[in-house]
């Protein structure tokens, strides 16, 4: 069975500064997706960033990028130049390809210090 | 375009009743998605449809059951209510054809928080 592990409950960051939140995932299938999804106290889950397994190439999106080490079913997410709006709780999520079926980590709370 | 809706946003019910919840993929979307959201088990898969038909279901009993009609909005119905059941309850939708890159990428609602007493 495929799993997620978020082995950060919450993390705290000075704002501007970088923070990283890690993920790793255990999967036996070759063809699948990576996300980080986020979800501020407003609950709506938001998505972040998104990284297809066959490709090599880290994902970024403006000041969000990704570690994506595919051998070592690790997918951490990098923000820069950290805002107070990026407060919120992180998911990683992995999805076997096709199967519409996200399996979620337990999620790492972000805290931005001013 | 408009983003994934759900309603009600709220909903307070006793143990023993049925509840019905509905989502409005974004148009033009496809596959509808649920999961349940609680601080105990964190976030997991109900069920996902695309064109009015099931194609993947998680762990869940046979109370949690859901439909999906021909323009897409999707409902899901739980019978018997147990306390376990409240929760936030979160419907994401994508396009649902796979094999394009970026088509299984799902955009949530806002959620419907359902409490059981």
């Known amino acids: 069975a495929q799993t997620v592990t978020q082995s950060q409950p919450e993390m705290s960051v000075q704002e501007a500064e970088t923070v990283t939140l890690s993920c790793t995932y255990d999967t036996s299938e070759s063809d699948y997706y990576l996300f980080w999804y986020k979800q501020p106290p407003s609950r709506q889950m938001i998505l972040v960033i998104r990284q297809e397994a066959y490709k090599q190439q880290n994902a970024t999106e403006n000041r969000f990028s990704v570690n994506f080490q595919k051998a070592a079913k690790s997918f951490s997410l990098k923000i820069s130049d950290s805002q107070l709006g990026d407060a919120a709780m992180y998911f990683c999520?992995?999805?076997?390809?096709?199967?519409?079926?996200?399996?979620f980590g337990t999620g790492t709370r972000l805290k931005v210090l001013a | 375009k408009a983003g994934v809706t759900q309603t009600p946003r709220y909903l307070i019910k006793t143990r023993g009743q049925q509840v019905t919840l509905s989502c409005s993929p974004i148009?033009?979307?496809?596959?509808v998605s649920w999961y349940q959201q609680t601080p105990g088990q964190g976030l997991q898969f109900l069920f996902e449809y695309f064109s009015e038909t099931q194609r993947n279901k998680g762990n869940f009993p046979g109370r949690f059951s859901g439909r999906q009609f021909s323009n897409s909005r999707s409902e899901m119905n739980v019978s018997t209510l147990e306390l376990g059941d409240s929760a936030l309850y979160l419907c994401a939708s994508s396009s649902g054809t796979s094999g394009a890159s970026g088509t299984d990428t799902q955009y949530f609602g806002p959620g419907t928080r359902l409490t059981v007493l």
């Open positions: 999520a992995y999805e076997h390809a096709g199967t519409y079926k996200y399996i």
């Open positions: 148009s033009g979307h496809r596959s």
